[in-house]
């Protein structure tokens, strides 16, 4: 008989009895449709692997993980080839998820996970809004003729919730007409009381992880300069945790273009942190 122990490759701190937890991690590696460099696909494994170099304590928030009591349900396996059917597959999952009375926590993956997790958290509010932290616009209606896009995910999502319900923090980089969008629709947040309008809603967070400087998120697959600290992120988290958080996902790692590992650092840490605001 062997006796162990043996490598544990769910994410540190998970509780393993999906009935008794408030939270469902869900693994999402899909990057099907990104339009620069692929690998997004990569990441959930890595970040769990990753997340063991944590610490379970949080100073910034003075919680633990096992005060989160979230489940680590694994990565959802995808068709290859086959973008629809992969996002009916991750709004099928998400709806069970919010059928057992509990919260999604996506871990991707490209940005376009977000839209059926979207779809399926409106079913059950519906007071529904997104906080979008992204060095992107997302606000596209296609890319190149494809309307299930990456960089469209946000504005697809907006028709859902309503533009009014939509805050985005930390965009420098779109079309014209996107940044357009944004200012006719007041969806750029620059400082937290921008956030205030949505306070009585239910909040889905969503955050591409490029919405960081290149100096610290390098392993993503469409860096942008000019970025968040980790500690400016921290700060809109801080903020955010007396909002009514229902849902949220961490997304655009692509771990393969950061050989030193410290990008999947980065980004387990942002899960953590976020964790501890839900």
């Given at each position: 008989?062997?006796?162990?122990?043996?490598?544990?490759?769910?994410?540190?701190?998970?509780?393993?009895?999906?009935?008794?937890?408030?939270?469902?991690?869900?693994?999402?590696?899909?990057?099907?449709?990104?339009?620069?460099?692929?690998?997004?696909?990569?990441?959930?494994?890595?970040?769990?692997?990753?997340?063991?170099?944590?610490?379970?304590?949080?100073?910034?928030?003075?919680?633990?993980?096992?005060?989160?009591?979230?489940?680590?349900?694994?990565d959802l396996e995808f068709p290859l080839g086959?973008?629809?059917?992969?996002?009916?597959?991750?709004?099928?999952?998400?709806?069970?998820?919010?059928?057992?009375?509990?919260?999604?926590?996506?871990?991707?993956?490209?940005?376009?996970?977000?839209?059926?997790?979207?779809?399926?958290?409106?079913?059950?509010?519906?007071?529904?809004?997104?906080?979008?932290?992204?060095?992107?616009?997302?606000?596209?209606?296609?890319?190149?003729?494809?309307?299930?896009?990456?960089?469209?995910?946000?504005?697809?999502?907006?028709?859902?919730?309503?533009?009014?319900?939509?805050?985005?923090?930390?965009?420098?980089?779109?079309?014209?007409?996107?940044?357009?969008?944004?200012?006719?629709?007041?969806?750029?947040?620059?400082?937290?009381?921008?956030?205030?309008?949505?306070?009585?809603?239910?909040?889905?967070?969503?955050?591409?992880?490029?919405?960081?400087?290149?100096?610290?998120?390098?392993?993503?697959?469409?860096?942008?300069?000019?970025?968040?600290?980790?500690?400016?992120?921290?700060?809109?988290?801080?903020?955010?945790?007396?909002?009514?958080?229902?849902?949220?996902?961490?997304?655009?790692?692509?771990?393969?273009?950061?050989?030193?590992?410290?990008?999947?650092?980065?980004?387990?840490?942002?899960?953590?942190?976020?964790?501890?605001?839900?």
């Open positions: 008989m062997l006796r162990g122990p043996f490598l544990d490759r769910t994410w540190m701190g998970q509780n393993p009895d999906y009935e008794k937890s408030d939270i469902v991690m869900l693994g999402l590696p899909f990057d099907g449709t990104v339009s620069y460099r692929s690998g997004s696909r990569f990441a959930p494994e890595q970040i769990r692997l990753a997340s063991w170099g944590l610490e379970e304590y949080s100073p910034y928030f003075d919680k633990h993980l096992e005060d989160v009591n979230f489940h680590d349900a694994g086959n973008t629809y059917k992969t996002l009916d597959v991750i709004q099928e999952n998400v709806e069970d998820i919010y059928r057992d009375g509990k919260r999604v926590f996506g871990i991707g993956g490209e940005h376009l996970v977000t839209l059926p997790e979207i779809k399926a958290v409106s079913k059950f509010y519906r007071d529904l809004a997104i906080v979008h932290f992204d060095a992107h616009t997302d606000l596209r209606e296609e890319y190149m003729g494809e309307e299930m896009s990456h960089s469209a995910v946000i504005r697809h999502s907006s028709k859902i919730v309503g533009a009014q319900n939509l805050r985005q923090i930390g965009i420098r980089s779109g079309m014209k007409e996107e940044f357009e969008f944004m200012r006719k629709n007041n969806t750029l947040a620059t400082k937290y009381s921008d956030l205030d309008a949505l306070k009585d809603k239910k909040i889905f967070v969503t955050v591409d992880l490029d919405v960081l400087d290149t100096s610290i998120m390098p392993g993503t697959g469409t860096p942008e300069c000019g970025g968040l600290t980790f500690n400016e992120l921290v700060g809109w988290f801080r903020y955010l945790k007396d909002f009514d958080i229902v849902g949220a996902d961490v997304v655009e790692l692509a771990p393969d273009y950061d050989a030193s590992g410290a990008s999947t650092a980065v980004a387990t840490k942002v899960i953590r942190e976020l964790l501890m605001i839900m």
